[in-house]
């Protein structure tokens, strides 16, 4: 989600909830090995503070496990949660809670999930626990530590207080608007149920599919997703307005497809684009902060100062 995605929402929605964000700044997300990132280096970075080699998640470039910002948080008494429209064992919110060295191995990173001090996760991903090679079912293991296993979003969204794992397809989910309002109605149940702990929470919400609307160079699926994500932001922001103690920080592990706006009409919503490729790109992309702290995060910076603005704000 780099700035052209962003506009390209802004322009097709008539504007975008993020926009009420006063502070914005700029992320340079290059891995420790190469120019060009992928989401597990990427969010990674974001999550531990370092750079490392793309793929890995929650690993340094020599393989060795950092503590996440997610962890430290958990360590110091707060309620945690990751939300993704993917697998909750992809890249991105795997980054937040696993340690291995390949992304690929989503059924050790299941396992990393179940051994985890999370309060809750949400997404798809239920082979990984349910259907694996070694024929373990640790959606069993996860109602031993005494996780609600929640398979539908009715059932997440009926469960207000414990742990909560809600695992609803076997991989990733549908596309916008074919999924419905999943990622907006999984936020707030998620808020509902971590803001029953008056020490605070570290939530991780991810519109997992944004990146792979860039890769299909799908201008059209882009908007879509961008707009979903958007919605629940909105949750976010509204819940921090209630909240003053809470900062939200909207950002991006890379921007994906080289996209630019080549025409389009901001009165109709229209959106003409082209692409540069398929894949990632090294562009920096924007940081959006709000509520409290929000105005360290202006500036132009390297991924992994946002961990690091993090724990300054928080003494963790």
């Not at 937040?96 to 060295?101: C, G, I, K, S």
């Not at 001090?117 to 798809?124: K, Q």
Request: no cysteine; glycine share 12%; aromatic share 8%.
């Amino acid at each position: 989600m780099g700035v052209t995605q962003v506009y390209a929402g802004i322009t097709a929605n008539k504007g975008l909830n993020l926009e009420k964000s006063k502070y914005v700044g700029l992320s340079k997300t290059y891995s420790a090995n190469n120019y060009i990132t992928d989401s597990a280096a990427g969010g990674t970075a974001i999550s531990t503070g370092k750079k490392t080699n793309n793929g890995a998640i929650g690993v340094d470039k020599e393989g060795n496990e950092i503590k996440t910002i997610l962890e430290y948080a958990a360590e110091n008494g707060l309620s945690t949660g990751v939300i993704a429209t993917s697998s909750v064992t992809h890249a991105t919110p795997a980054s937040f809670v696993a340690h291995q060295p390949k992304r690929s191995m989503e059924e050790e990173i299941a396992v990393d999930f179940l051994n985890s001090d999370i309060t809750l996760f949400i997404g798809g991903g239920r082979k990984y626990f349910a259907d694996r090679s070694d024929k373990a079912n640790l959606l069993d293991g996860l109602v031993k530590k005494g996780f609600k296993v929640a398979q539908d979003i009715d059932a997440i969204k009926n469960t207000t207080s414990g742990k909560l794992a809600g695992i609803v397809t076997d991989e990733h989910l549908l596309t916008y608007p074919e999924r419905g309002e999943f990622l907006t109605e999984s936020t707030q149940a998620a808020l509902n149920i971590l803001d029953n702990n008056t020490k605070g929470f570290f939530l991780m919400i991810e519109g997992s599919q944004i990146d792979w609307e860039g890769h299909d160079n799908d201008a059209e699926g882009v908007v879509n997703e961008v707009i979903d994500f958007d919605k629940a932001i909105k949750v976010a922001f509204d819940y921090a307005d209630r909240n003053p103690g809470t900062l939200v920080i909207v950002t991006a592990d890379h921007e994906t497809g080289g996209m630019a706006l080549t025409g389009g009409d901001i009165t109709t919503g229209e959106v003409k684009a082209s692409w540069g490729r398929t894949g990632h790109t090294s562009v920096m992309v924007p940081v959006f902060s709000y509520g409290i702290g929000a105005e360290f995060f202006t500036g132009v910076y390297e991924n992994t100062d946002i961990f690091n603005k993090l724990m300054d704000l928080y003494d963790f």
